[in-house]
C-alpha cells in the first residue's frame, strides 16, 4: 500500500454545469491535488463528462437514449477531446496532465493490466497528472451493459476508480460527488459497491460533495464556501 498515493473519482455532474465544464470547480481541485503535491501525496484522477460535452459540441439537448449506444458512443468520442482540454486549463499552473483510455478487456488482461500500473507508475515518478477515463468509443460496455435477461446494467467510473485504485496500490479513494451526494451516472449502489470493494483491500475511502473540496474532505475540514476560501 502506498501512502503517497490517492485515487480520485470526479463524477461528470459535479464539474458540468449546463453543458459546459465549470472551470472554477476544476481549478479548486487542481489547487487541492497541487496542495497534496507538495506533501509528497500523488493523485491519479478518474473522470468523467465527455458525453456530456460532446452533446453540447454536436448540438444535443436530451442526453440519447440508453438504446441508441452509436449517438453516446459518438458524444463520448467528440467530448473526450473537451474534457482534457478542460482539464489541462484547470492544472496549467500545477502540472502536466496525461490521458489513460482504457476498457474492461484492458482491466481483465494480466498483460495489459500491467501495462496499465506501469503507466500509471512512470506518471507518478515524474510528476506527471494521470487521467483515466473508460474508452466508451472503443467498448459500449463502459456505456451500457445488459444482463443475460435483457435487464439494464448502468455503468459508471466509480467501479473503474475503485480497481484503478487497487492496482496502483494507492492508500486512499476518494469519490466527489455533486450536491446531492449521488451525481446523475450510476447514483448510491454504484458508489456502494465501489466503497466495499476498495475497503475489502484495506483502502481508506472518501465520498463527499465535491463543492466543499477534496482536501478539506481528506483532511476532514469542511467549508461551506469552499471555492470562495481558496480565492480562485
Known amino acids: 500500500m502506498n501512502k503517497n498515493l490517492q ?4 463524477g461528470a455532474s459535479s464539474i458540468i454545469k449546463d453543458g459546459k465544464a465549470d ?31 460532446g ?7 436530451k442526453q440519447p437514449a440508453d438504446n441508441d449506444v452509436k ?5 463520448a468520442c467528440v467530448g473526450q477531446k473537451e474534457l ?25 488482461d494480466p498483460n495489459e493490466e500491467k501495462n496499465i500500473e506501469e503507466r500509471i507508475k512512470d506518471d507518478v515518478e515524474h ?11 472503443i467498448d459500449k460496455r463502459g456505456i451500457v451493459l445488459y444482463d443475460n435477461n435483457g435487464k439494464l446494467i ?3 467510473n466509480d467501479a473503474l476508480a475503485a480497481q484503478v485504485a487497487i492496482y496502483a496500490s494507492a492508500s486512499r479513494l476518494a469519490i466527489l460527488t455533486n450536491s446531492n451526494g449521488k451525481g446523475t451516472i450510476g447514483g448510491r449502489k454504484t458508489k456502494e459497491k465501489s466503497v466495499k470493494l ?14 466543499k473540496g477534496l482536501y478539506n474532505l481528506a483532511t476532514g475540514k469542511e467549508h461551506a464556501n469552499y471555492r470562495t476560501h481558496r480565492n480562485i
Not at 7 to 10: M, N, S, T
Not at 29 to 45: C, G, P, R, T
Not at 198 to 211: P, Q
Open 198 to 211: 476498495a475497503e475489502r483491500k484495506g483502502i481508506d475511502v472518501i465520498v463527499g460533495e465535491c463543492d
Open 71 to 75: 449517438a453516446l458512443q459518438r458524444c
Open 55 to 61: 452533446m453540447e459540441v454536436l448540438g444535443y439537448e
Open 154 to 156: 448502468i455503468r459508471d
Open 84 to 108: 482534457i482540454k478542460e482539464y489541462d486549463k484547470a492544472f496549467k499552473s500545477y502540472a502536466i496532465t496525461s490521458q489513460l483510455l482504457v476498457t474492461y478487456h484492458n482491466l481483465e
Open 7 to 10: 485515487v480520485v473519482k470526479i
Open 127 to 137: 510528476g506527471i497528472i494521470t487521467l483515466i477515463n473508460y474508452n466508451d468509443g
Open 23 to 53: 472551470q472554477a470547480i476544476l481549478k479548486s481541485i487542481a489547487y487541492d491535488v497541487n496542495e497534496f503535491m507538495k506533501q509528497n501525496i500523488h493523485s491519479i484522477l478518474v473522470v468523467s463528462g465527455s458525453i456530456k460535452l
